[in-house]
């Protein structure tokens, strides 16, 4: 049996935890492998259809921002493996994981339903606790060593459970209940109203900013540009953002800040580095 899984990690979670799916299939004896819809090296109209048809299941991961599934993660969804499917009539089984620091509403559910939109099957969706990318609500960050080691240690036993439940079909969907309903929509409809102000703390320091372009670059959605001015060329935001703060915590020389405060940033210190083994290079 082979089994693929596509992500999208803004700063190493999600990628993290499709890593050790990956390995566990591979250790019980299965061909499997992740992709990043992120991978530029590969060309999703032309390469799609020949890893779907060689994939008995395939898995589908993304980080949660307020209830919410990435936007990237459902157009590329909806773009490319919507029109596989439904061209090729491909009917294939399907589960689903997201990561989240604290709660994820009923993400799973949601995701569900759009792959079942074209056909697949689902029995598995379940969320897993990583790191808090978010340094400027310090309540929510780990920084201790062990303290991370045993939310690593955690989410890999999931992931163990997970595979388990996929080989044996054994049905396991998170977050079905009232209440995580009632709260994933309420965490959607806040993020739709407040969006333009959630996307208005984002700051650049043009002082600090040294033009390196490694944002512009690793946007996972183009929505850094540079621009011309009268006083010279900056580092310009769009109205694209998904949330994922991989610009914020990624940006060697601090220059993007979430609210004045995180101007400070030794009380606020940028997530990188957290995740093992990780970089931005391994999604894009």
Partial sequence: MRVSIFYF????????????LKSIFIEKGYKAEAYSIEDTEINWKRDLPQILNNSEIIGIGYPVYASTIPQNMKDWVKKYLFDVVKLSKIKKKAFVFDTMALFS??????????????????DQGINIRMLSNLPQIPSLMTWDNEKQEKIFQ???????????????NKKWIM?????????GWIQRVGMKLEAKKIRDLYKIDHEKCNLCELCVQYCPVQNLSIESTEHGRIIKYGDDCIYCVRCFNYCPQNAINIMKRTRDTDKYQRFRGQIPNFKLNKIK
């Fill in 9 to 20: 990690s803004g700063t190493g979670n999600t990628w993290f935890v499709s890593q050790q």
């Fill in 105 to 122: 509403g009923d993400t799973p559910l949601q995701m569900r339903n759009l792959l079942k939109e074209c056909g697949f099957s689902v």
């Fill in 154 to 168: 955690k989410a890999y036993k999931k992931c163990e459970k997970l595979v388990e439940s996929i080989l044996n």
């Fill in 175 to 183: 977050r079905r209940d009232p209440f995580s309903r009632f709260i």
